[in-house]
DNA sequence: GTCTATACCAAGATAGAC
DNA sequence: GTCTATCTTGGTATAGAC
């Protein structure tokens, strides 16, 4: 009854929320949402299967949560692009913490790439996956103004095309992903894009 | 009784196979495997639930033939590899002919990629991916020898995962997907690899 | 808040009539 | 060969005891 009790109940229900969060975005990146029932969440999430449904509505509303929480995440991160103002640098920086980013939350860019593959899920998360990638091609396409390309806006669909190759691959095989070499590579060949026609 | 009866019946079981063939397909791309029944497959082929065992084992073994159909047709592709000799020829009609394979298979592309990115499901056609994984790289890598590459496996396989990204972006949204830019692009892009370290 | 038991339903697969 | 009816399973979600 005391505050402190409420508080301590508080806290343990934010953990094992969190807890549901992380597991559930584990097996629906690794086996689908529809390949992924209620009881395998609950049982890596050492739960019962009723308590679920204590902590969510039910599972479309699990998977809203998980999805949403992780474009906060995403769209919250500023690819080192405030650290210099020349544009080079600003796209290597780029491509740097997209791969660090891509490593380290790889079941998020998993899940992310079932839903994009899959229509009928995907409606569902559309705008956001509009969001997202307007405000990344956007600052791609400035990049590549400050570099003289002669088509920033082609360019910067390519290279976030490319990044989404990458991501497909190393999600399907993390391993022999050779993730510096990649970099240097993507470097070269996106950091001097043609300038204007040369006669 | 009569041989010509017979033969008219396996006529119609081609057709028929065929058909739940293709709009299976269709389904398990836009739906995934656990995300399509086999009653909405036998109605898009207009025929009943049961019948639909009469053709197939089970659902899996469906899956199966839709698949490995598929990896056959695309293995067949020289993807104009024997018009010229010439590097830049052959890397321009790879280029040309894996975008205009995408185009053309949307469907089986889209598959192949949920498929891909469910390490679960990816387990029973790990064998196949991978086959045509070292086919389409090593056929790369050998052009990219012949362009004076300073590392033809590195660019091989930044090809390949380019390649993989454009189709999951026109997987995603097949409209707004400007081919001809592209190939001219990509082109320019990879026909110039670096050479070896000038000094 | 948490668990067990259970209602309910959708989907895979089979049986049997025609 | 084809259909309808049915069995069976497994999964979502709820009810109710503790």
């Given at each position: 009854?005391s505050?402190?009790t409420k508080?301590?109940?508080?806290k343990i229900?934010?953990?094992?929320?969190?807890?549901?969060?992380?597991v559930?975005?584990?097996?629906?990146?690794?086996?689908?949402?529809?390949?992924?029932?209620?009881?395998?969440?609950a049982k890596?999430?050492?739960i019962?299967?009723g308590?679920?449904y204590?902590?969510?509505?039910?599972?479309?509303?699990?998977?809203?949560?998980i999805v949403?929480?992780?474009?906060?995440?995403?769209?919250?991160?500023?690819?080192g692009?405030?650290k210099s103002d020349?544009?080079?640098d600003?796209?290597?920086?780029?491509i740097?913490?997209?791969?660090?980013?891509?490593?380290?939350?790889?079941h998020y860019w998993?899940?992310?790439?079932?839903?994009?593959?899959?229509?009928?899920?995907?409606?569902?998360?559309?705008?956001?996956?509009y969001?997202?990638?307007e405000f990344?091609?956007?600052?791609?396409?400035?990049?590549?103004?400050g570099?003289g390309?002669?088509?920033?806006?082609?360019?910067?669909?390519?290279l976030g095309?490319h990044?989404d190759?990458?991501?497909?691959?190393?999600i399907?095989?993390?391993?022999?992903?050779?993730?510096e070499?990649?970099?240097?590579?993507?470097?070269?060949?996106?950091?001097?894009?043609?300038?204007?026609?040369k006669k």
């Amino acid at each position: 009854m005391s505050p402190r009790t409420k508080q301590q109940f508080e806290k343990i229900r934010k953990t094992r929320k969190d807890k549901i969060l992380t597991v559930a975005l584990e097996l629906f990146a690794q086996n689908g949402y529809q390949g992924t029932s209620i009881a395998q969440i609950a049982k890596k999430a050492k739960i019962s299967k009723g308590l679920m449904y204590n902590y969510f509505k039910n599972k479309e509303k699990l998977l809203e949560e998980i999805v949403l929480e992780g474009f906060n995440k995403i769209m919250e991160l500023d690819y080192g692009l405030s650290k210099s103002d020349k544009p080079t640098d600003k796209l290597k920086s780029l491509i740097d913490e997209t791969l660090n980013n891509l490593s380290n939350n790889l079941h998020y860019w998993q899940l992310y790439t079932v839903l994009l593959v899959q229509p009928r899920v995907q409606k569902k998360f559309e705008k956001k996956f509009y969001q997202f990638r307007e405000f990344f091609i956007t600052t791609m396409t400035e990049i590549f103004k400050g570099l003289g390309s002669n088509n920033p806006e082609l360019h910067s669909f390519l290279l976030g095309t490319h990044f989404d190759g990458l991501a497909l691959n190393f999600i399907a095989t993390p391993d022999d992903f050779p993730i510096e070499e990649i970099k240097q590579a993507l470097y070269e060949q996106y950091c001097k894009p043609k300038r204007k026609k040369k006669k």
